[in-house]
């Protein structure tokens, strides 16, 4: 948005025109002069009011005449704003921003592919919405003030007696916020951001959960009450591939290649990258036979049962350990990892493709907080 927020017009001129089902639509034309490119420098402010083009009763001609009667003194006392100083141009463009809605529009044009990153962004909607106490609120009301409220507002939020955010959750969240409205300063819809300043923390990471092959070996000899879920974590254990593509996932992904061996053709979602990736005898022993080419490998799985299903499985095995979807791919990593890593470096690129990691740093890094001591001992003894 290329404008400076500190000239004031001009003039401003009111206009109308037809609107739908013959009403008319008032809009004032704020007209600041010209820009350094020689184009106009103006703001069309719109103005939702009542009134008929053909009036048809007396009710119809009262509220038309009122209308107009407004628009002629809106558009007289933006000018009388100006000639005392009280013209606030940031505001008024402001007003035509929705926070939640204009959050909305923005993570669905940058993150085209919905994954973790994406549901985030819908999740901090409802905690927007849980503080403001209405559906949305307009962007010139978001102040220091309102971000330094909605970050305590995350770190003392209790949700239906089910407990608070952690700290890494609450620190998780406004650190998305500031990043939100960082881009929204960035890309000229706001002078500056607001959150600018406020300090959110390190967000630490807990250390993440895995299954030994003992303790999985344990779940696939333990009913599970829903066995499509059982079905879909052993082979996210033995493949690394995530809930969310799991639920996307089509028999015809699956290709049988001439020697026998069974490959994975998909786009993961959260590289948007397409890849081929050679599925173990033990992860296919969940996908064959193979049902129809269109048809979804794991139908009846939901987003809103994962968590409460797995952890009742994980307890009848009798397996003490805080296990979520996520950590099946945890399993694969380290599973794979403890099983080349003796053998060089060739195995490296393989896993990185696995976990859709963009380069063996982040691998490495991932694994270091799945591992801890055990990855770095035998990853780099010789240090000097």
Known sequence: MDVNLNRVPKSANLYERKGAKGKIRFYIVHYYGLKPNGKRDTYTEYLELDAWENPKNDEQRKKTKSSREFAR???????????????????????????????????????????STHNKYKTLHRHLRAFIGADDVKLSLVTKKFCIDFFHHLKTYKANNKGSLTDSASKQYMAI?????????????????????????????????????????????????????????????FSATAFAECRELIYDDFRKADDGSWYLNTERIKTAKHTRLLMSHKAMEYILPLGKASEKVFPFIKTNTRYEEIRRWVKDAGIEKHITPHCAKNTFAVAFYRKYRDIGDGFKNDLKRYMQHEDWETTERYLGKVLGSEYSSNLSPDFF
């Open 73 to 115: 003194r809106r558009a007289a006392e933006i000018m009388t704003d100006v000639e005392n100083f009280r013209y606030n141009r940031k505001n008024l463009i402001l007003e035509k921003y929705w926070l939640i809605e204009t959050m909305q529009k923005w993570a669905d044009k940058r993150y085209t592919i919905k994954g």
């Open 177 to 237: 916020f500031k990043y939100f409205l960082e881009q929204l300063a960035f890309e000229e819809i706001i002078p500056s951001s607001p959150a600018r300043g406020i300090v959110v923390g390190t967000v630490k990471s807990k250390p993440k959960e895995f299954l030994e092959l003992s303790e999985v070996q344990t779940l696939i000899d333990t009913e599970c009450r829903f066995p499509e879920f059982k079905r879909y974590f052993l082979f996210s254990c």
